[in-house]
């Protein structure tokens, strides 16, 4: 039997997917979208090393109907020759409460899923409800819940604790969970290998894209990031506002007469960059920088918040900082950004040439005396969940 790791990633609408062999090398990808709505399916695959494409439109009106069709190209292509070839299944969870690893997930941990779903309903409830129909469809397969939460509960309590009723901390679970955790496992652990050095790191990482954060590394754990209780403060984001004050919600809800759900939503999903110049896109965003000044300040505004929040990190490592990283989308693509933020730090130095070139899996873009060494690292969130998934399979055969 070829084994492989299938890791899925479960939205309201949509099933990203990747299939990887036993030795961790990425054999399939693709999406399963618009589910619910009609239903539209994305494959991309290699066969002799070549690569190909699959598109087709089909019926998701559920994500039942979503998986079955998965599994019935992976078999039609001859991509597996079983569904027994899947020896282990990885979900990417959002929120895993307290749970600090990666877990094979069986009754009491779908129970901590479900219970989340308060926390976090827009991805837990979809990754629960995918969950039981994996478990239900591949009963002897081993099912793996990699938490993007779990890096974060190093944070220490000075860092995660919100001074508000106590009720709320006990009965509810608020404070700071924070995001993008299994990104900022993977760039902690390469970052070790950038370094070669098997000593803690101090790093300072930019997890930016449509939705972004940043983790404060201290001794190898999370210390700090800035996203909370949701993934909606912190940065301003694509549609995300980021940081904002509470009262908005009792002011906008006394004169407007919207709901608690509406302003929350149009924070969630109408606000941030989008909000200043109407697009999230922050590929459209650079293009109509030089044409439009809404345009330009959404990228003035994304920039200053990055900048703000390196500085207060910096400090809480009292400036002994082994990196300053910049992954993610838009940290890995936009040459730009990254020349902006690091133009508004004392101390850095910028190689402006290799800033500028094609950046591989990682690249060092400061000069050899600058006072910060600064990178650029791919991340790789599924190989990640792959890899756990991989482990906590052969620890459980």
Known sequence: MSKSILVVNAGSSSLKFKLYDWDMNEQVSGLCERIGIDGFFKLNYKVNNEEKKY??????????????????????????????????????????????????????????????????????????????????????????????????????????????????????????????????????????EILMTNRPLNLIVCHLGNGASICCIKDGKSYDTTMGLTPLCGLVMGTRSGDVDASIFDLVGRQTGLSVDAIFNKLNKESGLKSICGSSDFRDIQENAKLDNDYQFAIDIFIQKIVNYIAVYKNMLEDKVDGIVFTGGIGENAASVRKAVCEKIKGLDLNNTVNESKIGDYAKISQPLSKYKVFVVRTNEELKIAQDTKKLVENNI
């Open 55 to 192: 598109e087709t439109n089909a019926d998701f009106s559920s994500h039942d109907l979503a998986i079955d069709f998965l599994f019935n190209k992976l078999l039609e292509l001859e991509l597996i020759k079983n569904l027994s070839d899947v020896v282990g299944v990885g979900h990417r969870v959002v929120q895993g409460a307290n749970l600090s690893e990666s877990s094979i997930v069986d009754e009491k941990v779908l129970k901590i899923i479900e219970d989340c779903i308060m926390l976090a309903p827009l991805h837990n409830k979809p990754e629960a409800d995918v969950l039981k129909i994996v478990m239900n469809k591949m009963p002897h397969t081993k099912n793996v819940a990699v938490f993007d939460t779990s890096f974060h509960t190093s944070i220490p309590k000075v860092n995660y604790y919100y001074p508000v009723p106590k009720e709320w901390i006990e009965n509810l679970g608020v404070k700071k969970y924070g995001f993008h955790g299994t990104s900022y496992r993977f760039i902690n652990e390469k970052m070790g």
